[in-house]
């Protein structure tokens, strides 16, 4: 079975851009989480994704956006890059939507200068 | 929301010893009570995992225990190996996992 798929895993962007990042979960997986990871920060949870619907959403700016496609392939987008949005972030996809065992992507690194 | 502390955010053992990862939460619904193991470089791998519906969880030379009442689990690695550094990452999930901040765990030979 293929595994979680984060593409790009690198970018480089300058402040102002956007970016976009997209999220291939394990097949038969309907949820997608996505967390940023930054030093120090621990990780910090972005959103959730099941079956085409965001089920839950943490305390980020309305800069980061996403969405999740029938075929549970999600992306996420984040506006107006600030320096501060320089991170990895990581998807996780589960079989079904909260309490569950959650599988992490490599993750995509992305530095704004 | 949630809130999940780890404890201690870094912790450097010898070879053979045993070392403990401690965490609380703060919203009694939460019901699932995952630990990540991230080795560097890589991403966060379930290593054990535990429900609410029981107190303690043995595989190997790792554990877990929940205590409910006092809304604190803990991790437990006898037996450590250079191989156990990593950092690792408690959570707390009532529909969504909430994350403690790591701790980076170092095992000398």
């Known amino acids: 079975k293929a595994g979680v798929t984060q593409t790009p895993r690198y970018l480089i962007k300058t402040r102002g851009q956007q970016v976009t990042l997209s999220c291939s979960p394990i097949?038969?997986?309907?949820?997608v989480s996505w967390y940023q990871q930054t030093p120090g920060q621990g990780l910090q949870f972005l959103f959730e994704?099941?079956?085409?619907?965001?089920?839950n959403k943490g305390n980020f700016p309305g800069r980061f956006s996403g969405r999740q496609f029938s075929n549970s392939r999600s992306e996420m987008n984040v506006s107006t890059l600030e320096l501060g949005d320089s991170a990895l972030y990581l998807c996780?996809?589960?079989?079904?939507?909260?309490?569950?065992?959650?599988?992490f992507g490599a993750g995509s690194r992305l530095t704004v200068l | 929301g949630e809130n999940v502390e780890q404890h201690p955010s870094t912790l450097s053992v010898q070879e053979g010893d045993s070392a403990v990862i401690k965490c609380t939460y703060s919203?009694?619904?939460?019901?699932?009570f995952p630990w990540y193991k991230q080795e560097l470089g890589k991403r966060p791998q379930l290593i054990i995992d535990?429900?609410?519906?029981?107190g303690e969880k043995k595989d190997q030379r790792i554990a877990v225990t929940l205590n409910k009442t006092a809304k604190h689990f803990s991790l437990h690695i006898t037996e450590t190996q250079p191989e156990d550094s990593a950092v690792y990452f408690c959570?707390?999930?009532?529909?969504?996992?909430?994350f403690g901040d790591g701790t980076t765990l170092t095992v000398k030979p």
């Open positions: 996780a996809s589960s079989e079904e939507s909260g309490a569950n065992v959650l599988t």
């Open positions: 535990i429900r609410s519906n029981v």
């Open positions: 959570a707390a999930d009532r529909g969504k996992s909430t």
């Open positions: 994704y099941f079956s085409e619907t965001q089920r």
């Open positions: 097949s038969g997986h309907r949820s």
């Open positions: 919203d009694s619904a939460s019901n699932y």
